[in-house]
């Protein structure tokens, strides 16, 4: 069964580091070709894209996380990350990792079929 699952979420302080983790060899062991993206969510709120790569290594991030967060894989490709620094209160979410076949925008989260089951974050002042 084909699933993504994250870690490393947690609790830190404004200007501080995390690094997210998702387990994601049960999708690239079947799908050479994809889009990964790191997604997060307030409530209320929807789910916005942060940072993706497609499986040529070519990654994307919002303007809200350019220049502190980094998205790479390991070289196996079965571990996505989402390094974090320079973090801010409004970085606090859940945050996602999910996976699709590499069409259209990367950031579209509707078109997004596997989902990882979430990880908070906190950012506190």
């Known amino acids: 069964q084909v699933q993504l699952v994250e870690s490393g979420g947690g609790s830190v302080q404004a200007g501080g580091s995390l690094r997210l983790s998702c387990s994601t060899s049960?999708?690239?062991?079947?799908?050479?070709?994809?889009?990964m993206a790191w997604f997060r969510q307030t409530p209320g709120k929807k789910r916005e894209g942060v940072a993706g790569?497609?499986?040529?290594?070519?990654?994307r991030y919002a303007d809200s996380v350019k220049g502190r967060f980094t998205i790479s894989q390991d070289n196996a490709k079965k571990n996505l990350y989402l390094q974090m620094t320079s973090l801010k209160p409004e970085d606090t979410a859940m945050y996602y990792c999910?996976?699709?076949?590499?069409?259209?925008?990367?950031?579209?989260?509707?078109?997004?079929?596997?989902w990882g089951q979430g990880t908070q974050v906190t950012v506190s002042p």
């Open positions: 999910a996976a699709r076949y590499p069409q259209g925008d990367i950031f579209y989260a509707n078109n997004y079929a596997i």
């Open positions: 049960t999708y690239t062991s079947k799908y050479s070709r994809y889009y």
């Open positions: 790569i497609d499986s040529d290594g070519i990654t």
